[in-house]
């Protein structure tokens, strides 16, 4: 019963057990995800500032590794927005950072995923959906219709519109749960593994031996789940790239 | 269970069963942390680690290039100095050349001078030389035909006891 391996995604108040306060109504907790996130912008934050020197020519290792982030970033946006997406550069930025530590602070045994709640990710998909609705029509005005009307001849057209369209209001679903579910499952995977070794150790005799399979199992795992949890933030900003791309240049498919 | 004792309102349904990102009930929390954290991170990012990490990389780019364009500039100087360096050779290489034929001129003409005045004066000496040699000869030649009469007229008077006289003597040396 304690190896319920969805328990580690149960989001419960620490510290204080009472609402802290409530907005129209809905108590406000502070919570485990809202301790982890925390930490993961505290450490985002002390990893691109304490790091950064300008006296230092040759950069320290750390720097090396704060610059190597925000060229990588700012080379993604170049290459799918173009100059003129630069200026998207912070947002982008802070999404990419933002999923990246809490992917990988998730991956420290006993802290929290915060990134493995649909609540956050679908948040994120929608701010970044949003945000691209409000730019297309400031850039674009009417013309932003045109993302739903590919070039093509009028008769294909009564096809090909709903299905732009129905593309479109999907976008938001399938960047959260693209997120989200891959978090979940490694996790759980991660979890159920990990009882399997206890359940094995627990009976005892031949399956202590036996408990090694498992065992390896999970660390083979883990690494994959350090490739996702970087994966996954690379996808989701660059996801938000292309769809503010689509938001600042005429559409042309 | 080994739930800790937060049984508080809203807690007990948070810890109920169900799968726990569907718990509509935490998702005030979640969205509102969500919004606090993006938002501080975002305005961290944004006013403070982008604008230093990109004065570092724009320092360094400035930097490099700096040290890019001053090793040029000293490499044109050195190529300027070569290059004059090599030209203050060649025009002394030509300016000593140049000294040398005419010393070299100056010398073969007044080599040539003595040679012509040494010349002269040989051709004049042996002239004279010859002159005398002349003389001499034909002095000697004076000499020889005395001799011969002398040793004649010698012999003649021993021979035969006649006294000859010069000047048959001297006719009968030059009948020889």
Redesign the interface.
């Known amino acids: 019963m304690a190896m319920n391996p969805m328990e580690q995604f149960e989001v419960k108040p620490v510290i204080f057990h009472d609402p802290l306060f409530s907005i129209a109504g809905h108590p406000i907790y502070f919570t485990n995800q809202a301790l982890f996130m925390i930490v993961a912008v505290t450490v985002a934050t002390l990893f691109l500032t304490l790091t950064v020197s300008k006296n230092r020519l040759v950069p320290s290792r750390g720097q090396s590794m704060a610059e190597l982030s925000y060229e990588f970033v700012a080379s993604m946006i170049n290459s799918t927005m173009g100059s003129d997406g630069l200026k998207f550069f912070p947002l982008i930025f802070t999404i990419f950072l933002f999923v990246l530590f809490n992917n990988f602070l998730g991956l420290i045994p006993w802290t929290f995923t915060a990134t493995s709640q649909i609540a956050i990710t679908f948040t994120l998909a929608s701010f970044v959906i949003i945000t691209m609705v409000i730019v297309g029509f400031m850039k674009q005005g009417l013309g932003f219709f045109k993302l739903f009307v590919p070039s093509a001849p009028w008769y294909l057209l009564i096809l090909l519109v709903p299905i732009e369209v129905i593309s479109f209001l999907t976008r938001p679903v399938s960047l959260s749960v693209r997120l989200f579910a891959n978090m979940l499952a490694g996790h759980t995977l991660l979890a159920v593994f990990a009882s399997f070794v206890v359940l094995m150790v627990g009976a005892g005799g031949i399956m202590y031996g036996v408990a090694l399979a498992p065992f390896a199992l999970i660390v083979c795992i883990y690494a994959l789940e350090m490739l996702v949890a970087a994966l996954q933030a690379y996808v989701f900003a660059i996801l938000t790239c292309i769809y503010l791309n689509e938001a600042i240049h005429h559409a042309n498919h | ?2 739930e ?1 004792a ?1 049984t ?4 007990e349904a ?2 109920s069963a169900g ?5 509509t009930e ?13 938002v ?3 305005l ?3 006013r ?3 604008p ?6 724009g ?2 780019k400035g ?1 490099i290039a700096d040290d890019i364009a001053a090793a040029e500039k000293h490499k044109a100087e050195a190529e300027a100095a070569l290059a004059a360096y090599e030209s203050a050779v060649a025009s002394a290489r030509a300016k000593a050349h140049a000294e040398a034929d005419a010393n070299r001129k100056v010398l073969e003409a007044e080599t040539e001078k003595a040679k012509a005045a040494a010349d002269a004066e040989a051709h004049a000496a042996a002239a004279k030389a010859d002159a005398e040699i002349a003389a001499k000869r034909a002095e000697a030649a004076t000499h020889v035909t005395k001799a011969a009469q002398d040793a004649a007229s010698e012999i003649v008077n021993r021979l035969i006891g006649v006294t000859v006289r010069p000047e048959e003597a001297e006719a009968a040396v030059k009948a020889l």
């Open positions: 269970m080994s800790p937060v508080h309102t809203g807690t948070q810890h799968f726990p990102p569907f718990k935490s998702y005030p929390s979640q969205i509102f942390w969500l919004v606090v954290c993006f501080a991170l975002f961290i990012l944004w403070v680690a982008s230093r990490i990109a004065g570092v990389i320092a360094r930097k």
